[in-house]
């Protein structure tokens, strides 16, 4: 491709996999898989969010494989995976589940992350056979279950129908986003990221955003207008813990807080504040350690040993 697809630098530059592999989706779509860290460690799952890629996941895949077999594959159309046809969260489900069966042995368990349109592919799949053998816990971080556009901010508009329609318009243009440029910086900022996120930062995701055919942006963009997954939350029945930025303007914490509420085993809502969208980028460390607690607690050892023990809301740094 003649766009850079993402940083090749610092710490948001994408490590290289262990092995690759392509996966098979129920209708035949072909998803790019990558695998990270040793063969015998813990496995996370990672599914990233609309317009992203595994590029995304690089302050994960490179500090959690060195004890852990991290997963990351890119969702249909974006990334390394072919666009197709089949645009739905049922395909999301039946992605996940390819992903799940491609990667982990009959049985085994691993801790499922989804940011974003990835937070909604676990949603998707949380009553899906697969899923429930595989998922010993999950994190979802920055996302909702459906109201996306109602309640989306990245308009500066008081709430109601006009902002409703222009957000609508806005997040499904068919527009090419164009050079990443200090202008096209400035954008992406405002509407996915907090007011305090590091210049590094923001390159790392306008590489990653810009990348994204905008067929596919729109493609997406319209099946997440509809969404509805509110009993997909109920049934994710995996202990699962919720993380969000307060200054979020795509997922407002109006949609963790549901989900915290709806969740048929939460394991506490973590609000950061002055922190948007790209949780994963923004505060790796936080999203890494989360990462780490859930594995100590259901995949390698007991919750008491990582102290995973009930629904109470956290605001880190305050």
């Known amino acids: 491709m003649s766009r850079l697809t993402h940083v090749t630098s610092g710490p948001y530059a994408p490590p290289a996999p262990a092995r690759e592999l392509t996966v098979v989706s129920a209708d035949g779509a072909r998803l790019h898989v990558e695998v990270h860290g040793p063969e015998d460690a813990p496995p996370v799952v990672l599914a990233h969010g609309w317009t992203c890629s595994t590029a995304f996941w690089a302050a994960q895949t490179r500090e959690l494989a060195v004890d852990h077999r991290v997963v990351a594959y890119d969702q249909r159309g974006h990334g390394r995976s072919p666009a197709s046809p089949a645009c739905s969260t049922r395909a999301l489900a039946d992605d996940l589940e390819a992903v799940l069966a491609g990667t982990l042995a009959r049985g085994e368990r691993a801790v499922i992350v989804g940011h974003s349109m990835g937070g909604m592919t676990v949603m998707a799949a949380s009553a899906r056979p697969r899923f429930r053998e595989h998922a010993a816990a999950v994190l979802l971080c920055s996302t909702g279950s459906s109201r996306l556009v109602e309640e989306a901010r990245v308009l500066p508009l008081r709430a109601g129908g006009l902002r409703t329609r222009l957000t609508a318009g806005v997040l499904a243009s068919r527009a090419p986003l164009g050079p990443v440029t200090p202008l096209a910086r400035r954008i992406l900022k405002y509407a996915t990221m907090g007011p305090g996120s590091a210049p590094h930062m923001v390159e790392a ?25 509110d009993d997909g939350v109920r049934e994710l029945s995996a202990p699962t813990a919720v993380v969000t ?12 807080r549901a989900l915290a509420a709806a969740l048929p085993h939460p394991l506490g809502l973590t609000e950061l504040p002055g922190m948007g969208h790209m949780t994963p980028v923004e505060a790796p460390e936080l999203v890494n350690g989360k990462i780490r607690e859930l594995v100590t607690a259901y995949v390698t050892g007991t919750p008491e040993e990582a102290g995973a023990d009930g629904p109470a809301r956290i605001k880190e740094g305050s």
């Open 205 to 229: 995701c306008a590489r990653i955003v810009h990348a994204c055919p905008s067929a596919v942006r729109h493609t997406w963009a319209r099946v997440l207008a509809e969404l509805d997954l």
């Open 245 to 256: 930025g307060t200054a979020d303007r795509l997922t407002p914490p109006v949609h963790a």
